[in-house]
């Protein structure tokens, strides 16, 4: 089927940065949009990010100018470039993938997967 693995996830002093990574793999037909999301703990899961077929992005008012979303579409990866971290943004970070994809019944589906997620830790 389809599998998000994320990566690049760490433990960093506030103002540092980091980049996640996220490689989409299996049965794909067609990526479209790619996001990520984020949880802290005792918290519900937000958007962070989306970036669009067309390379448009939105962002959560919170990380705009901090955070910038790409994607190499060649090898159905979408990035996360994040800048001056704050400790609010400690999260674990997950990946989604919207995708068309052959099922199991050899006919095209589409639908959204998710990846495992990866520790995001920053400390002040």
């Known amino acids: 089927q389809v599998q998000l693995v994320e990566s690049g996830g760490g433990l960093v002093q506030a103002g540092g940065s980091l980049r996640l990574s996220c490689v989409a793999s299996?049965?794909?037909?067609?990526?479209?949009?790619m996001g990520w999301y984020r949880q802290a703990p005792g918290k519900q899961r937000d958007l962070v990010a989306v970036?669009?077929?067309?390379?448009?992005?939105n962002y959560t008012e919170s990380v705009k100018g901090r955070f910038t979303i790409s994607r190499d579409n060649a090898k159905n990866t979408v990035y996360l470039q994040m800048t001056s971290l704050k400790s609010e943004d400690t999260a674990v970070y997950y990946c989604?993938?919207?995708?068309?994809?052959?099922?199991?019944?050899?006919?095209?589906?589409?639908?959204?997967?998710w990846g495992q997620g990866t520790q995001v830790s920053v400390s002040s």
């Open positions: 970036i669009a077929t067309g390379d448009s992005t």
């Open positions: 989604n993938a919207d995708v068309r994809f052959w099922t199991g019944w050899n006919v095209p589906g589409r639908r959204n997967f």
């Open positions: 299996g049965t794909i037909l067609s990526v479209y949009s």
